[in-house]
């Protein structure tokens, strides 16, 4: 028998480790709840309000947490894979060490989320918020991350292999501060679909977009505006630069052997020790 629990007030609430599975808590405000180890697969959680909950540990295997609002949750070494997350608001949550893999993310609100060592691989991220993310050591694997809002995003030793970054936006507009752009320095993004990507820097120096070291190996960068970005020592090998520009870009020690560069504007480009590239 399904437990239904929907639309109650459960404000602060201990479900710690508590076995919930398939329960019906749609609409349920459960702000400041201890679910710390609970068991919700297949819970409905749809439109819930979670504020500040604990979920650390908990299981969410194919919950419905669609619409719900999880800001400032901690939800660490939580199981989300094959949750359905459409639209949450995870603004100021905490994912350390998350499995969100397979997981349905898509316009959801992920702005000041650090996900350091989550698993996102083959996670549905089109058109979420990334802004401000922390995703140092994440998987990104085959994730689907068209139109996805990377600004201001960390991105160290994080895994971005034949991800889908078409028309993803990897820069920002600053009116002040040190700020820059996404830090992908050292990531992997192997086979990655950046197509038609914004990964431009804008003066000062302090706003150029970080990729020195990155693996873009294979990766399809077509019309990509990769203007004053930081691409020293990448790995560009048999990548698809094809339209792309490049303008004023910093490609010193760049491997581009079997690159496609048809089209691609490398005017003002620095190309000391670029292998595999001749300018003509």
Do not use: W
């Not at 990531?187 to 804008?202: E, H, I």
């Amino acid at each position: 028998m399904t437990l239904n629990m929907s639309g109650l007030d459960l404000v602060r609430t201990n479900f710690s480790s508590r076995d919930l599975a398939g329960a019906n808590l749609a609409g349920s405000d459960l702000s400041y709840s201890n679910l710390r180890g609970a068991n919700l697969t297949d819970a409905n959680l749809m439109g819930a309000e979670l504020c500040a909950a604990d979920l650390s540990h908990a299981n969410l295997l194919r919950a419905n947490l669609k619409r719900s609002s999880l800001t400032g949750a901690n939800l660490s070494s939580t199981g989300l894979a094959y949750a359905d997350l459409t639209r949450v608001n995870l603004t100021n949550a905490v994912l350390t060490g998350a499995n969100l893999s397979s997981a349905n993310l898509a316009n959801a609100d992920l702005t000041n989320v650090n996900l350091t060592g989550t698993n996102l691989s083959s996670a549905n991220l089109a058109n979420a918020d990334l802004t401000n993310v922390n995703l140092t050591g994440a998987n990104l694997s085959n994730a689907n991350l068209t139109g996805v809002k990377l600004a201001q995003a960390i991105c160290h030793n994080a895994v971005f292999d034949y991800a889908n970054l078409t028309d993803a936006i990897l820069s920002g507009h600053y009116l002040s501060g040190p700020y820059r752009n996404v830090d992908l320095e050292g990531a992997s993004l192997v086979g990655a679909n950046l197509a038609g990507a914004d990964l431009s820097g804008a003066p000062p120096t302090s706003n150029v977009p970080v990729l020195s070291g990155a693996n873009l190996s294979r990766a399809d960068l077509r019309s990509a505006n990769l203007e004053r970005a930081n691409l020293r020592r990448v790995d560009l090998r048999c990548a698809d630069l094809t339209g792309a520009n490049l303008g004023d870009a910093d490609l010193s020690g760049a491997d581009l052997t079997g690159a496609k560069v048809t089209g691609a504007n490398f005017t003002g480009a620095k190309l000391n020790g670029v292998v595999g590239y001749l300018p003509a």
